[in-house]
């Protein structure tokens, strides 16, 4: 097996182990703080799974992920600081949807009225 191949069995390996005790912690804790986790528990497994279908990694790269610890909570702290643009998406998204039904439920009352 060629160094690379060996690498990349061993990243995938090494997020496993590391998702599989992040699902044991989790699932030791009380239902309430599960629930609150939730954003992290998705995070996680994205990353998780953003990781483990990626392919054709240069060495040096695989090299590198192999070597920090906790790599998927790592990733995930790092992503935490990141500016959460969807947020405001989404509450954009949301201003505008609620500006849409208020012109259609005018429309009605003016059909109505007239």
């Known amino acids: 097996m060629a160094d690379k ?3 990349e069995k061993l990243l995938c390996e090494k997020i496993s182990r590391e998702l599989s005790g992040f ?5 030791q804790k009380e239902k309430e703080e599960i629930y609150g986790m939730a954003y992290e528990i ?3 497994i994205n990353l998780y799974e953003l990781l483990a279908e990626k392919r054709n990694y240069q060495e040096e ?3 590198t992920l192999l070597v920090v610890p906790n790599l998927l909570a790592f990733l995930y702290q790092e992503w935490m600081s990141y500016e959460d643009y ?5 509450v954009e998204y949301l ?4 500006r849409k039904m208020q ?3 005018r429309k009605e009352q003016e059909v ?3």
Not at 86 to 90: E, K, L, P, S
Not at 95 to 98: D, R, S, T, V
Request: net charge negative.
């Open 61 to 63: 790269v695989l090299e």
């Open 103 to 105: 012109d259609s439920r």
């Open 23 to 27: 699902k044991q912690e989790t699932l």
């Open 112 to 114: 109505k009225s007239a």
């Open 95 to 98: 201003a505008g949807e609620i």
């Open 5 to 7: 191949e060996r690498m």
């Open 42 to 44: 998705d995070s996680i």
């Open 86 to 90: 969807r947020r405001q998406d989404f």
